[in-house]
């Protein structure tokens, strides 16, 4: 557990409240991070049934397979469990919790729920549904103190990562060498594992979720490095940095990483309370239309991150919604060039009551490496 | 692309026959692996929609956000392709393709699409539902030469991890030390990446899903380690061996070792064209609950293997399919004492027409570990 049982309590009452609220009879939440936020049990996915439910009244119950009873108490959940047995079929167990509380009312159900767990839900229980993600949202977007204090580690860690680059980035090394040295730094610099990893030199730099590859890298290639993983007590981190593997570089290259940076630099500095997340989004693309790069930034500026890598808000054009203290997103602008190069960059900050706090502090500069 | 485009060519034929054959329009694939068996392409899993559709007639697209086409195209996917913008609603462009084909036919959605997208394809194109899972099975539980060839691969790997096991498991250490010591060693024993990793010692071996702790491993401890990993052909991995970490067995122990080993032996034996999965489940079982530990037999015998680590056939209790040469799938008995020990032992293996073959052949037997 690595959410306090206070957290936990205090959390799950605050989304009985928004289920009673939203007139839903309940909120069903599979094994994922919503469960974790809510209980602090991180659940293992699997086509085995692990099932949050969250009635608007009456006490939440999760419904786990037998197998994992004895790690569900061995990380002290705190909530009733109801274990069911190989032969037994879980959607009738939650049907029956359901009927306890909540009798016909709607259910929202986690938004990341298989289908095939969703389609057994609604079979056995009959209810009508909606998606929980946007009640959910509203619980999860705001981080507390403990939370902001996990991704100011997350990011920490993340950026000493990429402060020791210079070790393993260098030419005539594949990007799959890089990527598993990476790797491993991740862990031992402070994640739990490694979530994913990005090294698009040359070429692959214009391709934004380009992963690794045998390319081999060469003296003078600009390396876009995109990197990530998932601390002990669940939170991620995510930052990326552009690379100069060698070699010198060229005005053009210079030249459009000059634009890139400004417009980071400037969404970073446009975060505030009460700015709608799709004004820091225009923020950074103004910047690059105005200098002619605009068709090539095919992306939005960033998300939400936290338990997920990705989650609300999304920094992204037709997003009105105001950001308030307590939002941590990612402010990532690229601009790639197809079968050429490009680049990004990349820090997660954390909306306060005096501004902005970026959570990655490294140099955002283009980075040249050795000689 | 870890599958040649003919194979690709050939299981998308296969998958519209049998949309055809079931009457429906289309089938909805969402980024995972049934996309990626029909592909070859191993999408990233996100809120951003990759959806493979597959219609009963006419040509499959894939529907990719934008940012990932150079990726995509890279991999080298055959099928057509139709990218969407950060701004556009990639929910009405696939509906979009179900109207030019399949109008208002039923439509088979993957099983592990997230509710979230579930809910949006189906608010946009309004056609009924239902899960593509017992279609996607019968396509993918008959693995074809190259997969046996790629899941014996797999098996090989990671009986090379456990043959390396007294390098890393001794009294002293904690699970996590030796857990991290196997992530590296699944990796550069032949795994793209280690996918899960149980060393539960002492009392933690009760507990069949328990991953690793911060517990320090004593002399004389069982210790059950479960791990598995995905090639780069995609292909899982999954083997369990029991251990002894240094110290002697006690009578106790030993007995109902043989006990678990003689069930798992007499299940693998048991496996042959024909035979119903539960009967497999049954052999197992019997030998168990006849020594008087059935109760201590929490869980199924096994489960599919593939390209997902849990997949059709299951073997269990109810599961009256009957096994075709083809069909892997992992033989795991295991018996627990819960806040005690507990023991299983798992291979993977494979109907063939010839009977059974183990994909995992390390001993069988309880490994005593150092001195």
Redesign the interface.
Known sequence: MTTTSTAAADRLGRAQRAVAEAGWGAVLLSAGTDLRYLTGYNA?V??RLTCLVVPADGEPVLVI????A??VE?AGATTELRPW???ENPFAIVAGQLRKTSAAGTVG????????H??QLLSAAGNPW??A?PLMAQLRMRKDAAEAAALLEAGEAIDRVHARMGQWLRPGRTEREVG?DIA?AI?TEGHEHAEFIIVGSGP?A??????L?DRVIDAGDVVVVDIGGITEAGYCSDSTRTYIAGGVVSSEVADFYAVLQAAQVAACQAVAPGIPAEDIDATARNIIDEAGYGPNF???TGHGIGLDV?EDPYI???NNLPIEAGMAFSIEPGIYF?GRYGARIEDIVLCTTEGVRRLNTGSRDLISLGA
Chains 1, 2 share one sequence.
């Open positions: 293992h699997s086509e397979p037998e197998l994992e004895p790690m061995a047995a190989e032969t159900i986690g938004n990341r729920m298989w289908a095939e969703v389609s909606e998606l993600g598993r491993e862990v692959n214009a391709s934004p979720h380009h992963l590859s095919i992306h939005r990705h992204v054009s037709g197809p």
